[in-house]
């Protein structure tokens, strides 16, 4: 198993909010770079829904990805501050 995907098996067990709060009280250039990556991830998914490349276990994903690029035209590039 690779750490990613022990890192994503762990995210069943993990509280939600009390995630948020952690990143929400980084350092706000890490916040910054995590953004960064969050935004990539969501561009990719929804380039997966444009594609037709999902299926039933990540059909909504990909959509509400679409929905959220169509909402921010794309502009997904952060700088490194």
Known sequence: ??????????FRAVNTEAL???VA????????????????I???WSNAYENNNYDLRN????L???????AIKNHTDLPYI
């Not at 059909?59 to 990909?62: G, I, K, L, N, R």
């Open 59 to 62: 059909e909504e994903t990909c």
């Open 1 to 10: 198993m690779t750490d990613l995907q022990e890192i994503i098996d762990n």
């Open 42 to 44: 969501v561009k990719h």
């Open 25 to 40: 009280t980084e350092h706000r250039t890490n916040q910054q770079l995590m953004a960064k990556n969050i935004f990539a």
């Open 20 to 22: 948020v709060n952690v």
């Open 64 to 70: 509400r990805a679409n929905k959220m690029m169509e």
